[in-house]
């Protein structure tokens, strides 16, 4: 598989979208009932689901439908943002990182 500009985007996005899941986890952890986080941050995940999928990265759409799915519970109120919770959700945000950015290095070319 060659890198092109569309994969090339998807890697960047999926960074930036990582830093966004980041940024609003620490932000949930001082305000545990912040409903437009929780928003945010499961719109961050289907946004790496998808367009992962689109790309052919099911190992990432898988890890990420997992993730997606306890953030759709925590925004219908089903979970509570624990200190436990969110720190779990930061080591997922972690291995989402790893996962593009390996994916990104094993893709001919993506390292430009």
Known sequence: MNTT??????FEEAQEQCA???ALLLELNKNPHDDDALGAMFRSAHTIKG???LFGFD??????H????????????DL????SLIDLL??????A???AAQSARLTPEGSG
């Not at 930061?90 to 291995?95: A, I, M, Q, T, V």
């Open 80 to 83: 509570v943002a624990s200190d």
């Open 90 to 95: 930061l080591r997922e945000r972690d291995l």
């Open 51 to 53: 367009s992962s999928g």
């Open 5 to 10: 500009p569309a994969t090339a985007v998807f």
């Open 20 to 22: 966004t899941l980041e």
């Open 66 to 77: 997992v993730m997606e799915n306890v953030l759709d519970r925590m925004r219908k109120h």
């Open 97 to 99: 990182a790893r996962q």
């Open 59 to 64: 190992g990432i759409v898988d890890f990420t």
